[in-house]
């Protein structure tokens, strides 16, 4: 029985915020949607977590892959992002981002964002894996989300429809008759609270933190998926985890990303022997999709029995290093590395969660008037593996159509809401309480060991059952910090994850069965569909 609210509430008896438009999370998507919504005519309050600057936006690295000069062509990146999408990306939604795209770059560059160019004053691209052209503008170097994120920050605060609330934890989605009516909130000067809203926008980001290598901050704790799925949202290909290839290892030290833009300018992956191994696992070599050179990476720490691999990026000077990428400079420097005269060593981690709420081509949830959006989202287009730098263009271009959406589709009677008299009960937990700090360390372990790069039935199940067991001292618990909420959620969403790589018995995208090392057309060349009201995988065929 899955508990439908984290907390009891009468919402008629709880202090509360009414606007139009709700929109949860504060990286790119989540502004781009508030922003849309704003110009659409509606009030907006767009809630974060922690302050705007504590996002996956905010330390994406590489860029943004748009169209944008010939000889590309849309039709180019629709084909590399088909072929990366392994069978299940969605068509319309491909070229919906891939044709939008350009758009949405040049309104960034009218609102003030600061790419990068060439000395002749036209954009600087660049390539990586998986794409047929350079096709990937950049800000900053290796800053290109904390460019974005600012850059449309600043445009949020100006606008007087807009209001920001940092700092503010979502419990859970509020329904009502089958109907998105808000949400459960908390801030530690408040406690908790009601926001009313009739359109929500989740714009909650992904689920890094549920695994210990990861590049994600350990704010990404899968709360949008998990609050979706108990307020009944279809929740689609929830295994379908991508792991980056390249964070920086260093032993006892945290996992810290190095863009794959540093492969596409030309570094090499060496073993500890100095042996450059990509060519032997795939003809692309360093620039193959993610998933191929996470594997590769993986199998070549076996065969020289070590925990990690190098990225040799030794053929650029240091001012060149330091020109194109200098906030990876100064993280190697902080690590007694300097990139251009050492290898820089290199292991893969959690980077992104490519399944997520199942959304239609304007961000439209199953439930009426929630919307998905960003990395909480599953539009289609990353089908079973996500194309290097297609997340951002993305999250302006569904972020947009979303945004315009809620507003559109507002009712008319919203200026005078009715506050609903909703309530949930809660029973007393019965169990013993166990220690939540333990279990976020052993899940996150668990999941990296049994769930992460390489699955296998035995070790699947094992993690099942021992999640499931966690679950029932957890799950039962009502908390009163943020803590406590975010690991119910990583519970919940870890069983998805878990679940859904047990039931697809087929290696496809980010999925590798190692005992069903095959991709098999036949019999899952479809879609995992979870919900909560039967708990149930429904299998959908993917359009031929």
């Known amino acids: 029985m899955i508990r439908r609210y984290l907390c009891p509430f009468k919402a008629h008896r709880l202090p509360h915020v009414v606007t139009d438009v709700l929109v949860i999370g504060g990286g790119v998507a989540g502004l781009r949607a508030a922003i849309a919504a704003a110009e659409g005519g509606a009030d907006v309050l767009l809630v974060s977590k922690q302050q705007l600057s504590e996002s996956n936006t905010y330390w994406a690295q590489g860029g943004i892959a748009s169209v944008m000069q010939p000889p ?3 039709e180019s990146h629709i084909a590399d992002t088909l072929k990366t999408a392994c069978g299940l990306g969605d068509r319309a939604a491909i070229e919906t981002v891939v044709r939008e795209g350009p758009a949405r770059i040049e309104e960034l560059i009218r609102w003030g964002a600061n790419f990068d160019r060439e000395t002749d004053g036209r954009l600087s691209f660049a390539r990586e894996g998986g794409h047929s052209y350079a096709r990937i503008v950049h800000a900053l170097g290796d800053a290109t989300g904390r460019e974005l994120a600012n850059c449309l920050s600043a445009v949020a605060r100006r606008m007087e429809q807009i209001s920001i609330l940092e700092h503010t934890f979502v419990l859970d989605v509020v329904t009502s008759e089958g109907r998105c009516t808000g949400v459960t909130a908390w801030r530690k000067d408040r406690g908790l ?3 009313f809203a009739p359109s929500t926008l989740l714009a909650s980001g992904g689920a890094g933190a549920v695994y210990r290598e990861t590049t994600n901050p350990l704010i990404a704790t899968a709360d949008g998926h998990a609050m979706s799925w108990r307020a009944g949202a279809i929740v689609r290909d929830m ?12 032993a006892g030290a945290t996992r810290a990303l190095v863009s794959e833009a540093v492969r596409g300018e030309g ?3 060496i073993d500890r022997n100095g042996y450059r191994f990509m060519k032997d696992y795939h003809a692309d070599g360093e620039l193959a999709p993610r998933d191929i050179v996470s594997r590769s990476i993986l199998k070549q720490m076996v065969k020289t029995n070590t925990t990690h691999v190098f990225l040799d990026a030794r053929h650029m000077s240091e001012e060149a290093f330091k020109h194109r990428f200098p906030g990876i400079y100064d993280m190697c420097q902080s690590f007694g590395i300097n990139p251009a005269k050492q290898p820089i060593p290199v292991h893969p981690s959690a980077h992104y969660m490519v399944g997520g709420v199942s959304t239609d081509l304007f961000g439209r949830t199953s439930v009426e008037r929630l919307y998905a959006i960003g990395e909480a989202a599953y539009t289609g287009l990353h089908g079973a593996n996500r194309l290097a730098s297609n997340s951002l263009i993305e999250a302006l271009v569904f972020g947009k159509r979303a945004g315009e959406s809620a507003a559109h589709d507002l009712p008319r009677e919203r200026r005078n809401p009715e506050i609903p008299r909703l309530s949930a009960e809660v029973a007393l937990s019965q169990r013993t309480e166990l220690d939540t700090q333990d ?4 899940l996150r372990s668990l999941m990296w060991r049994n769930a992460g790069i390489e699955r296998v039935a035995p070790r699947l199940e094992e993690a099942l059952e021992i999640v499931e067991f966690w679950s029932r001292y957890v799950l039962d618990k009502v908390f009163d910090q943020p803590a406590g909420w975010e690991l119910q959620n990583m519970l919940q969403v870890a069983t998805l994850i878990v679940k859904s790589a047990q039931l697809r018995q087929e290696t496809r995208g980010v999925h590798y069965r190692t ?5 098999d057309d036949k019999n899952w060349r479809c879609h995992l569909d979870w919900s909560s009201a039967s708990q149930v995988a429904v299998k959908t065929p993917v359009p031929a």
């Open 72 to 74: 590309d062509s849309f």
């Open 193 to 195: 609270f009601m926001i």
């Open 239 to 250: 295994e379908m985890v991508q792991f980056h290839p390249t964070t920086i290892y260093i």
């Open 267 to 269: 570094a090499t992956l």
């Open 439 to 442: 279990i976020l360390s052993s």
């Open 515 to 519: 005992d069903f090392p095959e991709t």
